[in-house]
């Protein structure tokens, strides 16, 4: 990645957070994230992060090629996850696909479009062509306008995705071209 961690930056409402990628170490303080996030907004998570376990393997495993996980702090607190995933080869190893969690006390303040924005310029770096990003559409609907905003474009699939209870529900393929 071109940017050099750890970073500190300023949020719109003045409050400092630190950015570094994800170690080992940081297990426990993401996995209190998680847990700081309402179940009704995690139960949609794409993994199931209310289990310690998931985070301590993403710990054991960590292959910044493959997934660039970067972390926002509040001092000692975890307060976002980001990633960027990749593929090293097929089809769609030129295209990076995004995900984040933001603590609900530091939403609204420019945090994910900061992270995203990392994201963007690591990506064109690295010579990725597009990055993407599925969301849920009635649920993540400011998500999907701050990265309308950012320049992606958006891709509405009706029914395309489902909660944990298996009702459907539309989902917005978001895309930039780098």
Request: proline share 6%.
């Amino acid at each position: 990645m071109p940017h050099r961690f750890p970073q500190e930056a300023v949020l719109r409402d003045g409050r400092r957070v630190l950015l570094r990628p994800f170690t080992r170490k940081d297990v426990g303080p993401l996995h209190e994230l998680f847990l700081r996030i309402p179940e009704e907004t995690r139960r949609f998570a794409w993994d199931h992060v209310a289990d310690r376990k998931v985070i301590e393997r993403w710990g054991r495993e960590l292959d910044y090629e493959r997934v660039f996980p970067l972390l926002a702090l509040d001092g000692g607190k975890v307060v976002a996850d980001a990633t960027l995933h990749r593929r090293d080869r097929g089809p769609l190893r030129l295209v990076g696909r995004i995900k984040w969690m933001i603590d609900p006390e530091f939403r609204g303040v420019g945090l994910g479009s900061l992270m995203v924005n990392h994201f963007i310029d690591s990506a064109r770096a690295i010579g990725l062509k597009h990055l993407n990003c599925m969301l849920i559409s009635d649920l993540e609907a400011e998500a999907i306008r701050v990265l309308s905003e950012l320049g992606f474009r958006q891709h509405s699939i009706p029914g395309y995705g489902a909660d944990p209870d298996g009702n459907a529900h539309d989902m917005t393929l978001m895309v930039l071209k780098l």
